[in-house]
């Protein structure tokens, strides 16, 4: 099973992730490790906005689905379950869809906890006021450019979306009980 995910900004991408590496033996890959090799490539700064320009570049140099193809591919030779995070952009998804043991999942929560949680975690991507925040996840919810980040259609294509408003436990519990149901 290769399960990949998406998420708002501060959700509990990590937490999902964690979750399943721990508990449920998975195998975690990341689009942002694979970008950040990118960008270290390009001499650029590591941050969201080199971020985005990376990913919408090799989007638009290749195929919009090429980053995560790349992944998938690295996921399906462990012969593994793994959990990839993360889909930000709707032809990713859609090329997925029709792979072999594939879950779009996706996670959500109110903006000023999932802001409350980016000031605490306080990585490179991290250090910018609330209204900056909410313009970032803005500028990536939609966009007609298959090439670029559109969040919503990602979310809307998802197989399961949790809720992460609650405690740790309760997210765990939604986690073990949709992957009970999917597993193969």
């Not at 509990?12 to 721990?22: F, N, S």
């Not at 000023?112 to 970032?136: C, G, P, Q």
Request: with cysteine; charged share 30%; aromatic share 14%.
């Amino acid at each position: 099973m290769i399960i990949w995910i998406t998420w708002t900004l501060g959700a509990g991408k990590w937490t999902i992730v964690d979750y399943l590496v721990k508990n449920k033996w998975f195998v975690h890959f990341s689009v942002r490790a694979y970008l950040i090799q990118e960008i270290e490539k390009r001499w650029m700064p590591v941050n969201r906005d080199s971020m985005v320009e990376v990913a919408n570049d090799l989007r638009a140099k290749y195929w919009p689905s090429y980053i995560v193809e790349e992944l998938y591919k690295q996921a399906q030779e462990t012969g593994k379950n793994c959990i990839i995070e993360s889909i930000r952009a709707e032809w990713e998804a859609l090329a997925l869809k029709w792979k072999d043991k594939f879950l779009l999942f996706s996670v959500d929560a109110d903006p000023k906890i999932r802001y409350e949680r980016a000031v605490l975690r306080w990585s490179e991507t991290d250090h910018i006021s609330y209204d900056e925040f909410i313009m970032n996840e803005q500028r990536e919810m939609t966009n007609t450019d298959p090439t670029k980040q559109n969040l919503s259609k990602c979310m809307a294509l998802s197989d399961h979306i949790f809720t992460n408003n609650w405690t740790l436990q309760e997210l765990n519990d939604q986690i073990s009980k949709v992957v009970e149901e999917f597993w193969i």
